[in-house]
């Protein structure tokens, strides 16, 4: 039995017919052809399914479709162009092969609206629940720094 669902993805709105069990990601991969938050634990370990829902930082993995009814969805893929923290990951080249980016940036996308200059422990805390498997922390860390920078100049 599926429920249509209807919410804000990225700025338009849209529905869906969604399975009780199916996941946000599931949802946005199988409806909408949106790849960046990618499953990999299935648990909400990795971060690599980060998306945001009203703002909130989610794991799509375990976030069930059906609860973003009403709700505005973000994915790595918003807007035309690339944000500050796109940019600042591009430029920092704060990643190797890019697995687990779209939920580093996603969490950053969070973090820096809650605290527009964060401290390098605040960006290591705040980014703690996100693995990447190539090790790019310190370009990410640097990434954060710069996409602080770039949004405070903007």
């Not at 829902?53 to 035309?80: F, H, M, P, R, W």
């Not at 390098?120 to 090790?135: M, W």
Request: proline share 3%; hydrophobic share 40%.
């Amino acid at each position: 039995m599926r429920k249509e669902v209807r919410f804000r993805l990225n700025g338009e709105a849209v529905s869906a017919q969604v399975a009780p069990h199916e996941s946000l990601v599931e949802v946005l991969r199988d409806a909408f052809g949106l790849y960046g938050a990618r499953e990999s634990c299935g648990q909400g370990l990795c971060g690599c399914c980060t998306v945001l829902v009203d703002g909130t930082a989610v794991s799509g993995c375990l976030y069930l479709g059906i609860l973003a009814e009403n709700a505005e969805v973000q994915t790595v893929e918003a807007g035309k162009a690339l944000d500050a923290v796109q940019e600042a990951f591009i430029e920092s080249a704060a990643f190797q092969c890019g697995f687990c980016t779209p939920g580093f940036i996603m969490m950053t996308r969070q973090l820096l609206d809650e605290n527009p200059q964060p401290s390098e422990d605040q960006i290591k805390h705040y980014l703690s629940g996100n693995l990447c498997r190539c090790a790019a922390y310190p370009q990410i860390i640097e990434a954060v720094k710069l996409a602080a920078e770039k949004r405070r100049k903007a």
